[in-house]
Nanobody, 119 residues
Framework: EVQLVESGGGLVQPGGSLRLSCAAS????????MSWVRQAPGKGLEWVSS????????SSTGSVAGRFTISRDNSKNTLYLQLVSLKIEDTAMYYC????????????RGQGTQVTVSP
């Protein structure tokens, strides 16, 4: 059974930083592409960033490019998302999911971790 547990969210001021983590179990994490998706209040799911299984190739949506960095530690079965220069519009519930690319908004995901950016 695929299990994904996100953590690391919180309340931060604009311009601040956070590091999200996703602990994965129940599947072959090291050979699985992974992604982060988010859902802002009152809006639909939005793909944020993806990383290939080997960790060498990544892609991100334009609104977070240069500010968010996806990474992984296959020895720890853990996915990360480093968020810097946060903006109010980054406020959302953040989820990790298996797969690569925007279609991962339909993939199974964990319970999420809340990121709130507020002055």
């Amino acid at each position: 059974e695929v299990q994904l547990v996100e953590s690391g969210g919180g309340l931060v001021q604009p311009g601040g930083s956070l590091r999200l983590s996703c602990a994965a179990s129940g599947f072959a994490f090291a050979t699985s592409d992974m992604s982060w998706v988010r859902q802002a209040p009152g809006k639909g799911l939005e793909w944020v960033s993806s990383i290939r299984a080997g960790g060498y190739y990544t892609s991100s949506t334009g609104s977070v490019a240069g500010r968010f960095t996806i990474s992984r530690d296959n020895s720890k079965n853990t996915l990360y998302l480093q968020l810097v220069s946060l903006k109010i519009e980054d406020t959302a519930m953040y989820y990790c999911a298996k797969g690569y690319g925007p279609q991962t908004i339909s993939a199974p995901r964990g319970q999420g971790t809340q990121v709130t950016v507020s002055p």
